[in-house]
């Protein structure tokens, strides 16, 4: 107990934390746009993602935009324009490959269970041309599964397992009607929805029995 002055002099000194205002983040403004800095910085960016080079530019003229909404000096054209040219010199160094990414990312996704349709949906937010998809989504199917038409099926089955669907649901839990319409929101036709549903464990595909 603190019975006199001393005693509240000689006290422990505690800092109050509850409601202790924080500090604010200090403003960082935005870099000015050089070729220096769009070079390191896409080169940054491509060190971690890959991208098409559709992708890769509105990555960078993201960039752009917040720098000269910041400085107001800067020529926006004059800055695209060199956007530009790193895109050419990338795409020259093969740090933008537009059908080595492409290729790359149907295996991807066929891997992971997706549909044609979903596929074309995602490659084309890529700026990939509808047509070029289908000519190298026809041609990973056939090299892959001896069949351009077998791909959906294969990618099925995959989300199918995901899913718990058809021959993957052991406790016959799901609703059939259900999980047809599941199929059908992941892109798959009815064919093939019907079909992957009823196939039992005897007819999976060599390749995929490991999946049960």
Request: proline share 3%; with cysteine; aromatic share 8%.
């Amino acid at each position: 107990m603190i019975e006199n002055a001393n005693d509240i002099e000689n006290a422990p000194k505690y800092k109050a934390e509850k409601g202790r205002p924080k500090s604010k983040k200090e403003f960082k403004p935005p870099k000015k746009i050089s070729e220096r800095y769009l070079y390191n910085s896409g080169l940054a960016y491509l060190q971690r993602f890959p991208a098409s080079s559709m992708h890769f530019r509105s990555v960078m003229m993201r960039k752009i935009n917040k720098s000269c909404r910041h400085h107001i000096d800067q020529d926006i054209n004059e800055c695209i324009t060199m956007l530009d040219k790193l895109i050419i010199k990338l795409q020259e160094l093969s740090l933008l490959d537009d059908a080595a990414y492409l290729k790359g990312m149907i295996v991807s996704l066929r891997k992971r269970g997706l549909s044609s349709a979903q596929i074309y949906n995602k490659l084309q937010q890529k700026g990939y041309k509808r047509n070029n998809i289908e000519s190298e989504l026809k041609k990973h199917d056939k090299d892959e599964y001896d069949s351009e038409y077998e791909g959906d099926v294969h990618a099925a089955l995959i989300f199918a397992r995901k899913k718990k669907l058809g021959l993957f649901d052991i406790m016959q839990k799901r609703d059939p009607e259900k999980s047809l319409a599941t199929m059908a929101r992941a892109g798959y036709s009815y064919e093939v929805s019907k079909k992957i549903l009823a196939m039992s464990k005897e007819e999976l595909p060599e390749d995929l029995k490991h999946l049960t």
